[in-house]
């Protein structure tokens, strides 16, 4: 890491992460294992304590009864961390703590037996930004409700957390863990578990960054998505670059304590796409939202699907696809049809989520390369091998620069690009 990229006093900013030399498109920056990490909550029953495969009938712990392993070794290999915390979940059965807590009960785990910072660690755990001073007495009565919980979830396994070691108390540990924890997602983008990065913690946001993250297991990997200069300052998206200016300052501002200033945000036509069409229509779909999350995330599939089609001919002849809350509702309804095994209405939605995911991703991202690669395996499954092709072939464009060519969902994309040519060939 030192070999490109250095910590540095950005203007205005705090700490940053800058480039030493020139990096390219699709260049692998930095890649590293969290210091610590764990599962979140909703994904606990499904996905894998260790490698973090995800899968149904996975093993559980015997004595917790709340983690998940896919094999007697991934298990064998996550006893050392999971030891500590099994007594600890083990006492609150059947309750379990936020992700959080639970996170900040591995760091102090972690603490404990190896105080000492690491000698390549460029950003020690002390010197977070903790952002206590900064946070409404409404945010900080949650901490402190946290604090109680952590407490009580420690109690077994730790007497005393008044002082950990680098002068830490359990406040400003839970404020840094808020402050500056990742989300660790699966191939398809969807949120598995937390972890804390240390040094990529330094990473300041810009809502069109330079650079973006994805994981492979628990591996967090830096990529550059354009050209960059050296001494450029390294950034990435704290936050759904698919969602407008407004609602993403409001995120960063209550999540991260700061207002976001930059170009896209200052450009006053930044959200015409974003927000086209009636105003009254798609603020009826923006406030449905959170309900179908909700029905996604509880995989009640005929409910989401019934609600969502609604939704789509009561508004859809008012807002455009471009419009982000009915792009999000396109792709709720094709989760929905792919679940229940209707998969030309699925392709239906997937055909017109394309173009608005290239407009609004200007830059090579993740999660347009990961909607390519959906609505390519649709296309191949239906027989529609010249459009099963394009998108591949899209696909596999954008993550050579987002994933790199060792990830294993470039991988499968490769192979299912080499599959369709194939069959292309015999036609």
């Given at each position: 890491?030192?070999?490109?990229?250095?910590?540095?006093?950005?203007?205005?900013?705090?700490?940053?992460?800058?480039?030493?030399?020139?990096?390219?498109?699709?260049?692998?920056?930095?890649?590293?294992?969290?210091?610590?990490?764990?599962?979140?909550?909703?994904?606990?029953?499904?996905?894998?304590?260790?490698?973090?495969?995800?899968?149904?009938?996975?093993?559980?712990?015997?004595?917790?009864?709340?983690?998940?392993?896919?094999?007697?070794?991934?298990?064998?290999?996550?006893?050392?961390?999971?030891?500590?915390?099994?007594?600890?979940?083990?006492?609150?059965?059947?309750?379990?703590?936020?992700?959080?807590?639970?996170?900040?009960?591995?760091?102090?785990?972690?603490?404990?037996?190896?105080?000492?910072?690491?000698?390549?660690?460029?950003?020690?755990?002390?010197?977070?930004?903790?952002?206590?001073?900064?946070?409404?007495?409404?945010?900080?009565?949650?901490?402190t409700q946290l604090c109680s919980m952590l407490q009580l979830y420690l109690l077994q396994e730790v007497c005393d957390v008044s002082?950990?070691?680098?002068?830490?108390?359990?406040?400003?540990?839970?404020?840094?863990?808020?402050?500056?924890?990742?989300?660790?997602?699966?191939?398809?983008?969807?949120?598995?578990?937390?972890?804390?990065?240390?040094?990529?913690?330094?990473?300041?946001?810009?809502?069109?960054?330079?650079?973006?993250?994805?994981?492979?297991?628990?591996?967090?990997?830096?990529?550059?998505?354009?050209?960059?200069?050296?001494?450029?300052?390294?950034?990435?998206?704290?936050?759904?670059?698919?969602?407008?200016?407004?609602?993403?300052?409001?995120?960063?501002?209550?999540?991260?304590?700061?207002?976001?200033?930059?170009?896209?945000?200052?450009?006053?036509?930044?959200?015409?796409?974003?927000?086209?069409?009636?105003?009254?229509?798609?603020?009826?779909?923006?406030?449905?939202?959170?309900?179908?999350?909700?029905?996604?995330?509880?995989?009640?599939?005929?409910?989401?699907?019934?609600?969502?089609?609604?939704?789509?001919?009561?508004?859809?002849?008012?807002?455009?696809?471009?419009?982000?809350?009915?792009?999000?509702?396109?792709?709720?309804?094709?989760?929905?049809?792919?679940?229940?095994?209707?998969?030309?209405?699925?392709?239906?939605?997937?055909?017109?989520?394309?173009?608005?995911?290239?407009?609004?991703?200007?830059?090579?991202?993740?999660?347009?390369?990961?909607?390519?690669?959906?609505?390519?395996?649709?296309?191949?499954?239906?027989?529609?091998?010249?459009?099963?092709?394009?998108?591949?072939?899209?696909?596999?464009?954008?993550?050579?620069?987002?994933?790199?060519?060792?990830?294993?969902?470039?991988?499968?994309?490769?192979?299912?690009?080499?599959?369709?040519?194939?069959?292309?060939?015999?036609?």
């Amino acid at each position: 890491m030192a070999k490109k990229t250095e910590r540095f006093s950005s203007a205005g900013r705090g700490n940053g992460l800058r480039a030493l030399l020139e990096i390219k498109t699709g260049e692998l920056i930095h890649s590293c294992e969290p210091y610590a990490f764990c599962i979140a909550k909703n994904s606990l029953k499904s996905t894998c304590q260790s490698c973090l495969s995800r899968g149904d009938g996975l093993l559980r712990c015997s004595q917790c009864k709340c983690t998940r392993y896919c094999s007697t070794q991934c298990q064998r290999q996550a006893w050392p961390e999971h030891k500590r915390e099994c007594k600890c979940l083990k006492h609150l059965q059947p309750r379990v703590p936020t992700d959080s807590v639970r996170l900040a009960a591995r760091i102090i785990f972690r603490l404990l037996s190896d105080p000492e910072p690491h000698p390549e660690e460029s950003y020690p755990l002390a010197e977070h930004q903790s952002h206590l001073e900064d946070m409404s007495a409404e945010k900080r009565g949650g901490l402190t409700q946290l604090c109680s919980m952590l407490q009580l979830y420690l109690l077994q396994e730790v007497c005393d957390v008044s002082v950990l070691p680098g002068g830490l108390d359990l406040m400003g540990l839970l404020s840094r863990v808020t402050c500056n924890c990742f989300s660790i997602s699966d191939g398809e983008l969807q949120d598995i578990g937390v972890g804390l990065y240390p040094s990529m913690s330094l990473l300041n946001h810009d809502c069109q960054p330079n650079c973006v993250m994805v994981f492979v297991g628990k591996r967090l990997q830096l990529r550059a998505i354009r050209n960059i200069q050296p001494h450029e300052e390294l950034t990435i998206s704290y936050t759904d670059v698919l969602a407008p200016g407004q609602e993403r300052q409001a995120h960063l501002q209550q999540q991260y304590h700061f207002l976001c200033q930059c170009q896209r945000c200052n450009r006053e036509d930044s959200d015409s796409h974003m927000l086209a069409g009636d105003k009254t229509a798609w603020m009826i779909i923006r406030d449905a939202l959170p309900h179908l999350e909700h029905l996604r995330t509880e995989h009640q599939w005929e409910e989401l699907q019934k609600e969502s089609q609604i939704l789509l001919a009561r508004h859809a002849h008012a807002v455009p696809d471009t419009n982000v809350y009915l792009l999000r509702l396109l792709d709720m309804a094709m989760d929905a049809c792919i679940s229940l095994d209707q998969y030309e209405a699925a392709l239906e939605y997937g055909n017109r989520t394309l173009g608005p995911y290239r407009l609004h991703y200007a830059e090579p991202h993740p999660s347009w390369a990961v909607e390519l690669f959906r609505v390519g395996k649709l296309q191949h499954y239906l027989g529609r091998l010249e459009e099963a092709s394009n998108s591949f072939t899209q696909a596999y464009d954008v993550m050579k620069v987002t994933h790199g060519t060792e990830h294993p969902l470039f991988n499968e994309v490769s192979r299912k690009l080499t599959e369709v040519q194939a069959e292309l060939r015999r036609t």
